[in-house]
């Protein structure tokens, strides 16, 4: 049951380019917002589309991934474990991300899919 700690499986759509970064000691990281979405009937009858944003970071090999076939509008399934960190910003208040640490990534659906097809 250990794998199953602290493990998320997302598909969805590519909000934004994909950032990518080398650093110094050569390690990639790729970082991009993932779509998810979940379709409802409420009680008025009307279908709702509720659009949930993730962050998604890459390291290493799923980063040359990211780098080489994500774009925005993509479809991609994504797993991996979920990470909450803290900053302080500019102007010293503190803020809280929560990020996706991808894991594995499989290209899903049409290379020519655009986001506003989406939504």
């Not at 590519?14 to 979405?37: H, M, Q, W």
């Not at 390291?59 to 991934?65: N, P, Y």
Request: glycine residues 8%; negative net charge.
């Amino acid at each position: 049951m250990n794998a199953l700690r602290n493990q998320a499986q997302l598909i969805g759509y590519v909000g934004n380019e994909p950032e990518i970064l080398t650093l110094e000691n050569g390690k990639k990281r790729a970082k991009f917002s993932l779509a998810t979405n979940e379709t409802y009937t409420d009680g008025s009858g009307e279908r709702v589309v509720d659009t949930q944003w993730h962050n998604i970071i890459a390291w290493d090999r799923q980063a040359d991934i990211v780098e080489k076939y994500v774009q925005t509008g993509k479809e991609v399934a994504v797993s991996g474990k979920i990470l909450t960190r803290s900053y302080e910003d500019a102007a010293g208040v503190k803020k809280y991300v929560t990020e996706i640490r991808c894991s594995e990534l499989l290209l899903l659906g049409k290379p020519e899919a655009k986001i506003e097809e989406v939504f």
